[in-house]
């Protein structure tokens, strides 16, 4: 999988956020969502650096997988699916909940 560039070119606490392609794309199809506040992705980067600053601390670099999402029927909260790295080292798929149950 092909993963692009930071958004923004910044880190926050050493956290390099990345997208794999088909993200990106489920991120353009959000756009026009108001929860979003016109920049989808910055709200999703924020999301995962939040989440990476509590509870992955030693995280380097997260790659966004897919966009935020549940699955309907499902039990599971909305979450965005990341995979975070130490350096090289992965440290595994994560589901980064959002606050919003529907």
Known sequence: MSSSSPS?????????????EPARV???H????????GDV????????RA?????IPRATRARIRKCAHHYSGGNEPE??????KQGSK???AYHVHTDRTS
């Not at 959000?30 to 506040?37: G, K, S, V």
């Open 8 to 20: 923004s070119g910044q880190q926050d606490a050493g956290l390099i956020v990345e997208w794999i």
């Open 26 to 28: 489920q991120a353009q």
């Open 30 to 37: 959000m756009a026009d969502e108001p929860r979003f506040a």
């Open 41 to 48: 992705v910055a709200w999703h980067e924020k999301q995962v």
């Open 51 to 55: 989440y990476a600053q509590q509870s």
């Open 79 to 84: 979450h965005i699916t990341v995979s975070f």
């Open 90 to 92: 992965e440290l595994g």
